[in-house]
Structures are given as structure tokens and as C-alpha cells.
């Protein structure tokens, strides 16, 4: 993956001697209740349109940790993968920032502030397990003050010690405060208030409130190739399975550029580009037949005709030639966001 920008590591270590902080534990994280600013705590949680509503097959999913890979296995065939379909809200992975709305037995409502949505100027809602929450004012504050460490690639794994066991896999996206660093890793907070070590080569370092560099059309379209292959997961936002806008929204995400979480929402900002002068990185959009009417799919438009895209629950992300594959003229129009 096109590396975006790194901090080095004499810089990471001038910004936590400004800060004091160090890898020392703080008090014990808190179940989060209504009203708190809470973390997500596990791989990546995912939203439900309501609780109590899951199959015994989507166990690994619920549970804290998480088994995304076991879940993925569980729906193998195309008609358990499309059950989720109407069913589920959307994801955010490890670290992410919710605000708990309500709390109802083992379920929480929460809105993710980092994906926009005209539903809840708050942020994008849904159900999650309450035990994959945690509240955590001193982890709010590492987020603030520390430098932090974005995965860039498709999965890392949390260890013990430099190159150590493994405690944890997590997803390309993850943010993640920084209290140490050698050359060869980065000593990450977590938001249950423990710390493991991540390898250096899987992330890049930016200072407190810092973003990525704005990025090309091509720097998207490499960022987006790395997902070739990957099963189409309805409301997915992570590496463990991506819908189309959640796609999009991620690839945008990792270059520092805030676009709606879902596509009709996409459809309706960014720069009007018109189908003649089309180039990488622009988002296609598709409606009914005739581009008329509510936008239901997003792709990526990657040059010389082809568009990479998260199609449905039968296939996996893939590149077309986006005229020959709007086969019903379901062409809306294009945006850009750079």
C-alpha cells in the first residue's frame, strides 16, 4: 500500500517527552451508560439496526474479543451473507470514538462521530454488545494529546513485546495513541487502558491533530487495490469485509478525507465530475435504470474505463469495465473529493 506519511521516530519521542505521558496503566476502564463518551474495544463492533436480532452464526462477531475471521467463514454461501442485509447499520473498528445514547440489558445505542450521515447530525447510529464498549477519560485524553499510529496495512497484529506473541489482529484504519517507539515498533494504547506493540512497518505516525498529506487520485486507487479479493460484507467498514459505500468511505478515510458514510449521501456532495472527464479516483454512482431515483451503489473509477467496487453478497472486490457492467443504464453520475 502507498505509504501516506511518517512521523519519525526522534519526533514521536520529542512530542510524548512534551507530553509526560508514559505506558504506565491508569485506573480501570468502565462499562459505558447512557450519555458517556465510550471506545470501541474490540477488532471492529458492529451496528444493528436492532438488538437482539442476530443469529447464533453471527456469535463471533458479538463477543469481546471478536472472531471477524470465524464469522466470515459462518457465511459462506450467499444466501446466509445476504440475510444481513437490512439487518446491520455499519462498523467501526478498534479505538473508535461512540457516544452511548441508550443502554437496553446487553445492548447499547450509540452514533459513530467520525461517520457523517444526514440520519443523526451525531453521527452514524446503531446497536452494538455493550461488553465491546468501554469508557475511558484517559484513553479520550492519549487520543487528544499523543501522536497516534494509523494502520495502512490491511491487517496488523498486536503483541506482546516487539515481534512477540500475538494478542490481537486488527484492521487496516485503526488509530491508536503512541506511548513508545523503537525502529522497529510502536508501543500503542488501548482503550481497555493495556498497551501492546505494533510493527512500524504496518502503520504510519502522525503528530496530535495531525492528518494525512491530501493524496492523488492514484495514491486512492493503490490504497483501494489492496482490497482486491476481499467478500463483500454488508455494512462493512473494516479488512474483514467491505459494502460498497463502506468501501469507499474507508478508502477516503485513510487519506485523511471525510466523505458521508453511505453512497447515496456521497452521491450528494463532493464536485459533479461529468463521465467524459473522468479521472482515478472519482466515485461512480448508480441508481434505477435511467440514473433516475435513489442511489443504491458506489464504485471507484480507476482509469482506462474500469471501476473497482464492493458489488454484493456473492462476490468479492473486484475491478470492471464500469460501462459493460452497467448493463441496465443505472449511471447517476460522479464525484470528486480531492
Known amino acids: 500500500m502507498k505509504r501516506i506519511r511518517v512521523v519519525t521516530a526522534a519526533c514521536v519521542a520529542a512530542l510524548l517527552s512534551t507530553t509526560?505521558?508514559?505506558?504506565?496503566?491508569?485506573?480501570?476502564?468502565?462499562?459505558?451508560?447512557?450519555?458517556?463518551?465510550?471506545?470501541?474495544?474490540?477488532?471492529?463492533?458492529?451496528?444493528?439496526?436492532?438488538?437482539?436480532?442476530?443469529?447464533?452464526?453471527?456469535?463471533?462477531s458479538l463477543s469481546n474479543p471478536v472472531d471477524l475471521d470465524q464469522w466470515n467463514e459462518n457465511m459462506e454461501d450467499t444466501e446466509t451473507r445476504g440475510w444481513l442485509t437490512g439487518k446491520l447499520e455499519s462498523q467501526a473498528v478498534l479505538g473508535s470514538e461512540v457516544e452511548v445514547t441508550e443502554v437496553s440489558g446487553d445492548w447499547a445505542h450509540v452514533v459513530v462521530p467520525e461517520q457523517s450521515t444526514p440520519r443523526d447530525d451525531r453521527g452514524y447510529p446503531g446497536w452494538v454488545p455493550v461488553e465491546q464498549l468501554v469508557e475511558n477519560e484517559d484513553f479520550a485524553q492519549q487520543v487528544q494529546d499523543l501522536p497516534s499510529a494509523q494502520v495502512t496495512a490491511d491487517r496488523a497484529a498486536l503483541t506482546d513485546r516487539p515481534a512477540g506473541e500475538v494478542l490481537q489482529e486488527i484492521s487496516f484504519n485503526t488509530r491508536l495513541p503512541v506511548l513508545a517507539t523503537t525502529p522497529e515498533a510502536l508501543r500503542v494504547a488501548l482503550p481497555d487502558d493495556s498497551a501492546a506493540w505494533l510493527d512500524s512497518a504496518d502503520a504510519d505516525v502522525y503528530a496530535p491533530g495531525?492528518?494525512?498529506?491530501?493524496?492523488?487520485?492514484?495514491?486512492?486507487?493503490?490504497?483501494?487495490?489492496?482490497?482486491?479479493?476481499?467478500?463483500?460484507?454488508?455494512?462493512?467498514?473494516?479488512?474483514?469485509?467491505?459494502?460498497?459505500?463502506?468501501?469507499?468511505?474507508?478508502?477516503?478515510?485513510?487519506?485523511?478525507?471525510?466523505?458521508?458514510?453511505?453512497?447515496?449521501?456521497?452521491?450528494?456532495?463532493?464536485?459533479?465530475?461529468?463521465?467524459?472527464?473522468?479521472?482515478?479516483?472519482?466515485?461512480?454512482?448508480?441508481?434505477?435504470?435511467?440514473?433516475?431515483?435513489?442511489?443504491?451503489?458506489?464504485?471507484?473509477?480507476?482509469?482506462?474505463?474500469?471501476?473497482?467496487?464492493?458489488?454484493?453478497?456473492?462476490?468479492?472486490?473486484?475491478?470492471?469495465?464500469?460501462?459493460?457492467?452497467?448493463?441496465?443504464?443505472?449511471?447517476?453520475?460522479a464525484k470528486r473529493y480531492l
Open 210 to 333: 495531525e492528518e494525512p498529506a491530501p493524496p492523488t487520485g492514484q495514491d486512492l486507487v493503490e490504497t483501494g487495490e489492496e482490497f482486491l479479493g476481499l467478500r463483500y460484507l454488508w455494512a462493512g467498514v473494516s479488512s474483514y469485509g467491505y459494502d460498497c459505500s463502506g468501501y469507499t468511505y474507508s478508502i477516503h478515510r485513510a487519506h485523511g478525507i471525510d466523505i458521508p458514510r453511505d453512497a447515496a449521501d456521497q452521491a450528494a456532495e463532493g464536485e459533479d465530475v461529468e463521465a467524459a472527464d473522468l479521472r482515478a479516483g472519482d466515485l461512480l454512482f448508480f441508481a434505477q435504470p435511467g440514473g433516475e431515483g435513489y442511489v443504491h451503489h458506489v464504485g471507484m473509477y480507476i482509469g482506462d474505463g474500469r471501476m473497482i467496487h464492493a458489488p454484493n453478497e456473492s462476490t468479492s472486490v473486484s475491478v470492471v469495465d464500469w460501462e459493460e457492467w452497467d448493463s441496465d443504464d443505472e449511471f447517476s453520475g
Open 20 to 60: 509526560g505521558t508514559t505506558a504506565a496503566a491508569s485506573p480501570a476502564a468502565d462499562a459505558p451508560e447512557a450519555g458517556d463518551r465510550a471506545f470501541v474495544d474490540v477488532t471492529a463492533t458492529t451496528l444493528w439496526v436492532e438488538p437482539d436480532t442476530a443469529r447464533g452464526l453471527d456469535a463471533p
